[in-house]
C-alpha cells in the first residue's frame, strides 16, 4: 500500500537511497587506487619526453566521445603535437580496437584506448608483434581472461582496488589525466573538466550516486561557467543545465552523429574554436538527430511487431536491415514500454546478427550474456547496456538459453518508481525543497513519482499539433497546471482522473510556477 505523502515523509524515503548522501568532491578516491594508474602514466610520460607517437583510439558514443575530448584537451594544453586521436566509425570499423581499425595505427608507438578495449585481444597481440605499446583504460565489465596489453585501467577488474566499480569511461579518463597532471607536474583545472565528465556520466546512465552523484553536481555547475563555444551554445538553448537535459536533449544530440554519420563530428563540435564553427556543427547534430528520431520510431514500431510472446521475462527482438545505429535506443524505448531487459538484433548479410541490449530494473544483463557467451560470436557492455553479435544459425538457441539463463538472474527487481499518494494540499516549497535536495536524478535515482486520485479536469488545450495536451487540473479548491507529453488520450473537461506524475518548476519569462508532468493517466475507479 503507498504512503500518504507529505515533505517529511518525501524526505525519509529519498533520504534511504543513499549510503552516504553528503559525499562531497573532496571525498572522491585518489586515483592511484587504480591497478596500472601509476605504470600507464609513466609510460606515457616517457612517451612524452622520447617524442613518441602516441595514438588515441576513443569510441562512438557520448562517453566515448566525452573520453576523447578530455584527452585531447589535456595533450593540447601540455603543447604536444606527436599525439593522434581516432574514433571507429560504427558502420566501417565496428565497436572499439578492433583489426578493422588497424591501418590507421601504423607509425604509432603508444596506443591509448578510453571506453574501449577490454575486449580488445587480436589488437593487443597485434600490438605486440608490431613493438606497439597498448595502454587499455575502459569500464565495461572484463571477462574473465584480459588483453596481453602493456597496462590496463579499468575498475572492474578483480585485482583493481579503486572502490567504485560503477563509473564511466571519462571518468577513468579524468583520473588518468590526474595521475599525469601530478607525474608530469602540468597545470591543468581538472575541475574545469567536471563539467563535460557529467555529460558522459548521465549520458552512459551510471548510477547517480557516491562519487558519480558528486562528481555530476560540480559538473553541472562548471558547465554553467564553461567558457567552451560548444558549451556556450548548449547554454544558449538551455538556461541551465540538469541532468534531465543532458539525458533527454544533449545525450541525443551528441550520440546522433555516431548513429548516423561519424562520431568524429561530435567531438569536433566540442572542440569548435567560434561560435560560428559551434553553430554550423550544431546544425549538422541536430540534422542527424531528426534522422535519427525518425529511423528510431518506425524501428521501435517494427520491433513490437516482432516479438512472438510479450510474457517471456527478457525480449528478443529481431528484424531485417533495421540501422544499426539506432538499436540500442530502440532497446531502451521497448524496455521501457513493456517493463523488461530487451535485446534488438538485425541482419548484417546472411550469415550474420548485430545488435543492442538494455536492461530494466535491477537485472545484470551483461551478468546474463555471459552465461550464453558461447552462442555468440562477439559482446560487451555493462549491466544496463550492452552490445553483441552472433551467427543467424545460432539464433533459436541462443534466445532459448538467454532465456533460461534470465531466470536464474536472482538480482533482478523492476523499478519502483511511485513513492506514494501526494494530495494538492501537500504540494508546496517545503516539497520541492526536499525534491532538489536529493537531485540530480538518473539511473539509481529515480525522479521522485507520485500518485495522484481523484483529480478534476477543468480545462484541457492540445500542444504540438495534437502530441501533447495541457491541462488544469483541480482537486478541492486547489488547482495545478499539468502537461502529458506524447499522450495517447485526451480526456475531457469535467472528467475525475486519478494520475501519476512528477512535480517540476516551470520557469517562464521570469515567473517560477509549480506544475505536474503527467507520466499515466487514466478515469478514476467508481
Not at 390 to 407: H, I, M
Not at 414 to 430: A, C, D, H, T
Amino acid at each position: 500500500m503507498l504512503p500518504l505523502i507529505d515533505f517529511e515523509i518525501l524526505d525519509e524515503i529519498l533520504s534511504k537511497r543513499f549510503e552516504n548522501i553528503d559525499f562531497k568532491l573532496q571525498d572522491l578516491p585518489s586515483y592511484e587506487h587504480f591497478k596500472d594508474m601509476q605504470k600507464s602514466s609513466l609510460r606515457i610520460k616517457q612517451a612524452i619526453l622520447e617524442k613518441q607517437n602516441i595514438f588515441l583510439v576513443g569510441d562512438y558514443d557520448v562517453d566515448g566521445v566525452i573520453s576523447t575530448t578530455l584527452m585531447i584537451l589535456f595533450f593540447e594544453t601540455i603543447k604536444y603535437d606527436k599525439f593522434k586521436w581516432i574514433i571507429p566509425n560504427r558502420f566501417t570499423h565496428g565497436y572499439g580496437l578492433s583489426m578493422a581499425l588497424v591501418d590507421k595505427l601504423h607509425g604509432a608507438d603508444l596506443i591509448i584506448t578510453v571506453d574501449n578495449g577490454i575486449g580488445a585481444f587480436e589488437v593487443a597481440k597485434w600490438c605486440n608483434d608490431n613493438s606497439i605499446d597498448l595502454i587499455i583504460t575502459d569500464h565495461h565489465t572484463p571477462a574473465k581472461n584480459l588483453p596481453d596489453a602493456y597496462a590496463i585501467i579499468n575498475p572492474k577488474q578483480n585485482d583493481c582496488n579503486f572502490p567504485f566499480a560503477e563509473i564511466c569511461g571519462a571518468q577513468v579518463a579524468w583520473y588518468l589525466i590526474a595521475s599525469l597532471k601530478n607525474i608530469l607536474g602540468v597545470s591543468v583545472d581538472l575541475k574545469s573538466l567536471l563539467g563535460l565528465v557529467s555529460l558522459a556520466i548521465v549520458a552512459d546512465i551510471m548510477p547517480l550516486v557516491g562519487i558519480n552523484r558528486a562528481m555530476v553536481i560540480a559538473g553541472l555547475r562548471e558547465l554553467l561557467k564553461d567558457q567552451s563555444k560548444a558549451i556556450e551554445l548548449l547554454r544558449e538553448h538551455r538556461l541551465n543545465f540538469t541532468s534531465e537535459d543532458i539525458a533527454f536533449w544533449i545525450a541525443p544530440l551528441l550520440n546522433s552523429a555516431g548513429r548516423i554519420a561519424d562520431a568524429t563530428k561530435a567531438v569536433e563540435f566540442l572542440r569548435s574554436q567560434t561560435l560560428q564553427e559551434a553553430r554550423e556543427k550544431f546544425e549538422n547534430l541536430v540534422s542527424y538527430n531528426t534522422l535519427r528520431k525518425t529511423i528510431e520510431q518506425e524501428t521501435t514500431k517494427e520491433a513490437l511487431k516482432s516479438i512472438a510472446n510479450p510474457d517471456d521475462s527478457i525480449l528478443v527482438c529481431v528484424g531485417k536491415d533495421w540501422h544499426e545505429g539506432v538499436l540500442g535506443i530502440v532497446a531502451a524505448r521497448v524496455a521501457e514500454q513493456l517493463k523488461k531487459p530487451v535485446i534488438v538484433l538485425t541482419t548484417l548479410n546472411d550469415k550474420l546478427l548485430k545488435g543492442s541490449g538494455r536492461s530494466y530494473g535491477d537485472c545484470d544483463l551483461h551478468k546474463s550474456l555471459v552465461e550464453v557467451s558461447s552462442c555468440l560470436k562477439t559482446f560487451g557492455g555493462h549491466r544496463a547496456a550492452i552490445g553483441l553479435s552472433l551467427e543467424r544459425e545460432k539464433l533459436v538457441f541462443f534466445t532459448k538459453k538467454l532465456k533460461y539463463s534470465f531466470v536464474k538472474c536472482d538480482d533482478y527487481k523492476p523499478i519502483q518508481k511511485i513513492v506514494g499518494l501526494l494530495p494538492f494540499e501537500s504540494i508546496n516549497s517545503s516539497l520541492i525543497e526536499v525534491i532538489k535536495r536529493y537531485e540530480p536524478y538518473g539511473e539509481g535515482n529515480l525522479t521522485p513519482t507520485f500518485k495522484i486520485k481523484n483529480i478534476q479536469i477543468v480545462h484541457a488545450r492540445e500542444l504540438g499539433g495534437g502530441e501533447h495536451i495541457r491541462y488544469l487540473l483541480k482537486q478541492g479548491d486547489i488547482q495545478y497546471e499539468a502537461i502529458h507529453f506524447r499522450a495517447k488520450e485526451k480526456f475531457k473537461v469535467n472528467q475525475e482522473v486519478d494520475l501519476t506524475c512528477q512535480i517540476k518548476e516551470n520557469n517562464f519569462r521570469g515567473v517560477t510556477k509549480l506544475q505536474l508532468l503527467i507520466e499515466n493517466i487514466y478515469i478514476t475507479n467508481s
